[in-house]
């Protein structure tokens, strides 16, 4: 069931993946960088009673990255010639996000939240789980009640509906309209995220530019990189 005509999917997965990292940039700023300055938080005008600021339009505009991210994550595992060296570089780049985002939050060594990269890596063992015991509904679901469980003792980003909502989105992908409506839906108070599904929508089902070993670890590399230089930059208003 499409909601978008073929003449609108326009959008390569490349398109998606810089989309995706370009909202996330833009949530991060404001939030760890931008509410430092006042000005930012000034109201630019208003909505009914809502007084909408330029750290408002930035942090909602954010929103989109997790399930652009999400969505990416189910066409990669679909998709990749190599789900073993998929789920490891997803720990390991989790692993080595930790540090940034540690000090971006807490401005130390420990942080009792754990970054994004966790969530997704959770979401991917997950899909790994449905496939593997698709034969066998009841081992099926206690593994995935279990990471269920882990994500909700690791506090990762998104937590337990973010590790929901990966699941979700695997479920309906051929059932485009009720992956958006219920998708939407399914991330609570982040209604706004829903925005989400219009861009993901105009997926045209391509690659893109994005080829080759290198080019595909760009956003790996930028997750920890882009926290460490906003952390960097937090520390230089300090000092």
Known sequence: MDITKHTYRILSGSSLKVLAMLTMLADHLAAFYLCYYPQFMQPLFTIGHKQVSLFFIMRFIGRMAF????FLLVEGFLHTRNRHHYGLSLFVF???SEIPWNLVHTGTWHCPSQ???FTLLLGFLGL???EYYRTDLRRMAVVLILLLAVSVLLRSDYGCSGYGFILL???LRSQRLLQAVIGSCFLGSRWMAGLA???INMYNGKRGFIQGNIAKYIFYVFYPLHLLIIYLAMRSLVV
């Open 67 to 70: 399930p652009i991210f999400a």
């Open 94 to 96: 989790a692993l080595l």
């Open 115 to 117: 970054n994004v990269l």
């Open 128 to 130: 790994c789980a449905i």
């Open 169 to 171: 989105l695997y479920v």
């Open 197 to 199: 599904f219009i861009p």
